[in-house]
C-alpha cells in the first residue's frame, strides 16, 4: 500500500529565506508525485508534478522539487520565501494505473514572517 | 474558464439528518473524484467515476455514504443519517482523463458541520 510522510506539520521561515518542505513515499513501484497548495478557505491547486523524465521538477510560484528514488523522496524547495507562499501544502502520489486516486500526505502549512 | 463548483459551500445539520453535496466538474472533464478532509485525518479518497463506467466506491467509509453522476456531468455525494465524525470539508476534483499524470483541479469544497 502507498503512504506519504510530511515531516513537519508546521514549518516557519522569515521573507527571503529558503523554504524546504519534505515528502517521503512508500509505494512498491515508482509512483506519480505531486505538490498542491491549498489557500485559506479555497481549493487545492497544483504547484507541480512528476511523472517521468527530469527528476527535478518546476512549477509555479517559483517552487521546484527533486525525485530521489534511493531515498523516496521528494522534497519542495523555493530559494526565497515570500509572504504570499503562506498556505498549507500536500504532498500527494499514485500509481500509475488508470483512475487511481491520489494519496495525500496530512499537509505542511507553512507560515512566513517578515 | 469556469473551475470546478460545488455547493453548498457551507451546511449544518443535525444529528440523524441526511445530506445531499453537489459538485459540478470542469466541462468535458470525464473523471470526478470526491475527497475528505478533516482534522487528524488529513485528505482522503471517497469515491471515482470515470464516464459511463461503476464508480470505484472502495474509500467510502460506510454504507451511509453514496453518490452518483448524472450524464457523466454533475455529481451528487449523498450522506445518511449523519454522524458527528462526519463533519469535514468534503472536496470534489475533476481531470480531463482517468490518466493519473493529468492534473486533478479541485473545487472550493462543501464544509460540513453535523450538531
Known amino acids: 500500500a502507498q503512504s506519504v510522510t510530511q515531516l513537519g506539520s508546521h514549518v516557519s521561515v522569515s521573507e527571503g529565506a529558503l523554504v524546504l518542505l519534505r515528502c517521503n513515499y512508500s509505494?512498491?513501484?515508482?509512483?506519480?508525485l505531486f505538490w498542491y497548495v491549498q489557500y485559506p478557505n479555497q481549493g487545492l491547486q497544483l504547484l507541480l508534478k512528476y511523472t517521468t523524465g527530469a527528476t527535478l521538477v518546476k512549477g509555479i510560484n517559483g517552487f521546484e522539487a527533486g525525485f530521489k528514488k534511493s531515498e523516496t523522496s521528494f522534497h519542495l524547495t523555493k530559494p526565497s520565501a515570500h509572504m504570499s507562499d503562506a498556505a498549507e501544502y500536500f504532498c500527494?502520489?499514485?500509481?500509475?494505473?488508470?483512475?487511481?486516486?491520489?494519496?495525500f500526505g496530512k499537509g505542511t502549512t507553512l507560515s512566513v514572517s517578515s | 474558464g469556469a473551475g470546478v463548483s460545488q455547493s453548498p459551500s457551507n451546511k449544518v445539520t443535525e444529528k440523524g439528518k441526511d445530506v445531499e453535496l453537489r459538485c459540478d466538474p470542469i466541462?468535458?472533464?470525464?473523471?470526478l473524484y470526491w475527497y475528505r478532509q478533516s482534522l487528524g485525518q488529513g485528505l482522503e479518497f471517497l469515491i471515482y467515476?470515470?464516464?459511463?463506467?461503476?464508480?470505484?466506491k472502495s474509500g467510502l467509509p460506510s454504507d451511509r455514504f453514496s453518490a452518483e453522476r448524472t450524464g457523466g456531468s454533475v455529481s451528487t455525494l449523498t450522506i445518511q443519517r449523519t454522524q458527528q465524525e462526519d463533519s469535514a470539508v468534503y472536496l470534489c476534483?475533476?481531470?480531463?482523463?482517468?490518466?493519473?499524470?493529468?492534473?486533478?483541479?479541485f473545487g472550493p469544497g462543501t464544509r460540513l458541520t453535523v450538531t
Open positions: 467515476f470515470q464516464g459511463n463506467s461503476a464508480p470505484d
Open positions: 509505494s512498491s513501484v515508482p509512483p506519480y
Open positions: 466541462s468535458g472533464h470525464t473523471a
Open positions: 500527494a502520489v499514485s500509481l500509475n494505473q488508470a483512475g487511481t486516486a491520489l494519496i
Open positions: 476534483a475533476s481531470s480531463r482523463s482517468r490518466d493519473p499524470a493529468y492534473e486533478q483541479y
